[in-house]
Each structure stands twice: as C-alpha cells, then as structure tokens.
C-alpha cells in the first residue's frame, strides 16, 4: 500500500486495484490546501467514515469529477443520489464485510456523531479496516476510545492503524496510546490534530508516548507519501 496524507483525516491509499481517497476534506483543510488541489485528485474510490464536513469535505465535487465509487454509510449513499443526483455508490453499515475486488473493507463501529454541515441525518459514524495486497490498514475514523477495540485488534493482523489524537472530538493522546494497546498494530499514524486551535496537540510528546508502549509511531507530513 502506498498512503499519501493531506492533514487532517484526509489521506489517498493506493494499492494494486484502485486508488482510494479517504475523507477527502480538501477546501477549508488548511494542511490540505498547501499540498493538494481538488482538481488533481482522480480516485477511483472515495472511502467516508462518516458525514460531517471535515470528512465529507470536497466528496461531491471529487466524485463528480472521477467518477469514483463512493463507498459509506446508507444514509450517505442516499444524501450522494438525494442532493448530487450521484448514484456510482455502495451503502455498508456497522458490521458488514466486503470484498471488491481491489480489497476487502471491514466496517468497524466508532464511538462518535455523524451529521451533514447542513445539518441532516450523516447515518451513524465507522471507521473501516481495509485489507489489499496482503496489508491490513485500520482507519478508525473519528472516535473516543471504545472497549470493543479489543476484538478489532484480535479478527485482524493490523500493519497500520490511523488513529485521531485532536482530542476534544475524538480520542486524545493518551486514549491513542490505550487504543495501540488493544488494536495491536505494527504502525501507528496520527491524524484529525492540529487543523483547528480545539485539536492542537503535542504529537512529539504523543509519539514518545506510543514509543514507550512499545509501538511504531510515524508523524507524516502533509503531502508525504509513505509505503506500508
Ligand atoms: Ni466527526
Ligand atoms: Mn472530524
């Protein structure tokens, strides 16, 4: 897997069968702006962990643009074909597994809210496990830590998990490290820190932490491409 990160939660992983953009909050994304264009981005998947807009971001205007398949929750789906006219979807929801092809996505609960910026219902929030080309990459999307964890980290052989660490929305620093500690993975990668003043954090001090605990932490800059 070839994972490029725009800041934020935004990131683009490539593997054998499809490009795959993950939460692509592009405009407004003061890390993405500098790296990143809408215009450039042609997935040919687009992965949401849920709708608020620092995730659902520039999803139509890149879908639309790509003729990406976009990959989310139900409720997602309907909003996409509701308000865009945008069908090219495919609705999972907490639970479900499957295989397209390019891999195989797990969708895993997350301990969080999901509503459009316009305020309707975004469905209920996930994070995905995504396993290609023999690699297993963990997105957990926007969460507060969640016992259930445990189980994700004992159905799957997690090579890298992208956890958020803002705190104050999701998981702080320390409930990352926590997370590790259940999920197990061979590399961790912060996200969703830093964009907004309510999310700064020490990530130096945080990936000290990690590497107390025993486990790989690597900090990507935005526009950094990274091979897993
Ligand atoms: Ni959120
Ligand atoms: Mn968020």
Known sequence: MEITYFGHSALQIR??????????????????????????????VILLTHAHGDHWGDTAAIAEASD?????????????SRQHGYEKSFGMNTGG????????LTVTYARHSS?????????????????????TAYVMG??????????????????????????????GPDAAVRAAGMIKPGLT??????????????VDAWAESMAGAGFAARIVEPGETFSV
């Open 97 to 104: 597994r499957r295989d397209f092809g390019w891999g195989r």
């Open 189 to 202: 990668v912060p996200v969703h820190y830093n964009t907004f003043p309510p999310i700064e954090v020490d």
């Open 15 to 44: 593997v054998a069968g499809a490009t795959i953009l993950v939460d692509p909050f592009i405009n407004g994304n003061r890390f993405a702006e500098t790296v990143v264009s809408v215009e450039s981005l042609r997935p040919d």
């Open 142 to 171: 926007d969460t507060a830590l969640f016992a259930e964890m445990e189980w994700i980290g004992r159905d799957h052989d997690i090579d890298v998990a992208f956890m958020p660490i803002g705190d104050c929305f999701t998981m």
């Open 68 to 80: 990406a398949l976009v990959v989310a929750n139900y409720e997602i789906t309907q909003y996409l």
């Open 115 to 135: 509503s459009f910026p316009d305020g309707s219902f975004g469905g209920n929030p996930n994070g995905f496990v995504l396993d290609a080309d023999g690699c």
